[in-house]
Each structure stands twice: as structure tokens, then as C-alpha cells.
């Protein structure tokens, strides 16, 4: 694959990585036929045709304000193009943070 194929795509399944998932279920490379691949392939772009609205609902969570407000340049908190706003002042920000430290120490 191109390096600039792979620096722009965001999901990718190759059949190796297909290969590799049935291994790990225990079902030998013999029963992954050519059928089973186009049955994938088929499956995944049922699953990914509404992806468009999955990474704008994302897009939008990530980049909402914390204050439940509509960000204008003229917001306290707008500065140099982005929201300065220390979310971490936040109730149940202090909870979060919590989770996210037992997380990563799992």
C-alpha cells in the first residue's frame, strides 16, 4: 500500500487482518473462502454507509461547549480560534478524570 494511501485512510480491513481474526476464533484459513471475504466486504459497507453521520455526530460531541453555548469569536472564552475554556472546571470533571486514570492503569 502507498504511504499516502495509508496516511489518509481511517479504516481499513485487509484480508490478512480477516485471516487473522478467524485464527483467533479457531477457524482455519481453508474455511475463509472467497465467498466468506465478499460476504465481509458486503456486511461492512451495510454497516459503514451512514458513516458520514457517525463522524459528524462525533465531530459535533467533541467540539460542542462545554457550557451548552454556541462558540462565536466574540465568547469570553474564544481565543486565537479556539475555546479556552478549562474543561476540567466542569462538575464531574474531577469523576472523569477518575475513570480515565483507571483505564490506563488497566
Known sequence: MKE????????MVT????LS???EMGISKEQVTDAVIELIKRRLALEFQHWPEIVKG???QVTACPLGLVCYPSCFWWQNGRCTFQRQDL???????REDNAKEEL
Do not use: Q, T, V, Y
Open 21 to 23: 481474526c478467524a485464527g
Open 91 to 97: 462538575p464531574g470533571a474531577e469523576d472523569n478524570k
Open 4 to 11: 499516502s494511501h495509508e496516511k489518509n485512510s481511517i479504516f
Open 58 to 60: 462525533l465531530l459535533r
Open 15 to 18: 484480508k490478512d487482518e480477516i
